[in-house]
């Protein structure tokens, strides 16, 4: 496809079932990233991937948040046992490389932990 | 801590009035974007400055770096109901962008 792409765009859960949120990015793009964005707020770093690096995890806000890269492709972002602060949109991105170039965005996955 | 603060958070004007975003840190930045983002859509980005007092200019936006790479301005002159959205600044920082916190900007007609 021509740009990043991101499923499921809704998901609603129950508190403390876990979730899985898709990601796949432009074809070429050897950087992807995951961002959370609370309602109406700036995006907050979660996990960054480049080519056959180890992953930045850093953002991650607890070890309930896990994601993998397949292939250097397809991205998949867990969170188990999601809590209602999970509650947020999770927005991934993708870049030719990491620094100081363009992030092209998903529209994002809503997530609602009732 | 915010590491990047922007304000205001909120703004809403009529049609044809100027504005000026401010997206300001106690960090250093080697470089710093502008995005626009519209509801249900993920960011877009508008201009990357690089150089420490460097000016774009992107139609009626105009955007400036600080001569110290610490902040940024993001003026739009005669403001379109078209431009309304969140604007996200975001620094470069060892690699990874350090996103604002975002002014919502409501342009009325």
């Known amino acids: 496809g021509a740009g990043v792409s991101q499923s499921p765009s809704n998901k609603v859960t129950e508190k403390g079932k876990d979730v899985e949120l898709r990601c796949d990015p432009i074809?070429?793009?050897?950087?992807l990233y995951w961002y959370r964005q609370s309602l109406g707020q700036g995006l907050e770093f979660l996990i960054y991937?480049?080519?056959?690096?180890?992953?930045?995890k850093s953002g991650l806000p607890s070890d309930r948040f896990s994601a993998e890269r397949t292939g250097g492709s397809v991205s998949t972002l867990t969170i188990q046992r999601t809590q209602q602060e999970d509650s947020a949109v999770y927005l991934c991105?993708?870049?030719?490389?990491?620094?100081?170039?363009?992030?092209?965005f998903g529209p994002g996955t809503r997530l609602t932990v009732l | 801590t915010q590491l990047l603060e922007q304000s205001p958070q909120f703004l809403s004007i009529q049609e044809g009035e100027n504005l000026t975003v401010y997206c300001n840190s106690s960090?250093?930045?080697?470089?710093l974007q502008w995005y626009r983002q519209e509801p249900g859509e993920g960011p877009v980005l508008l201009v990357t400055?690089?150089?420490?007092?460097e000016v774009k200019k992107l139609k009626r936006l105009t955007f400036q770096f600080g001569d110290a790479r610490k902040d940024s301005s993001l003026h739009i002159t005669a403001a379109q109901t078209g431009d309304t959205g969140l604007y996200l600044c975001?620094?470069?920082?060892?690699?990874?962008?350090?996103f604002g916190q975002g002014t919502e900007l409501s342009v009325k007609p």
């Open positions: 991105a993708s870049s030719l490389m990491r620094g100081e170039v363009a992030q092209y």
């Open positions: 074809s070429g793009h050897t950087a």
């Open positions: 991937f480049q080519g056959n690096s180890a992953p930045d």
């Open positions: 960090s250093v930045f080697s470089s």
């Open positions: 400055v690089v150089t420490g007092g």
């Open positions: 975001a620094g470069v920082q060892g690699g990874k962008l350090i």
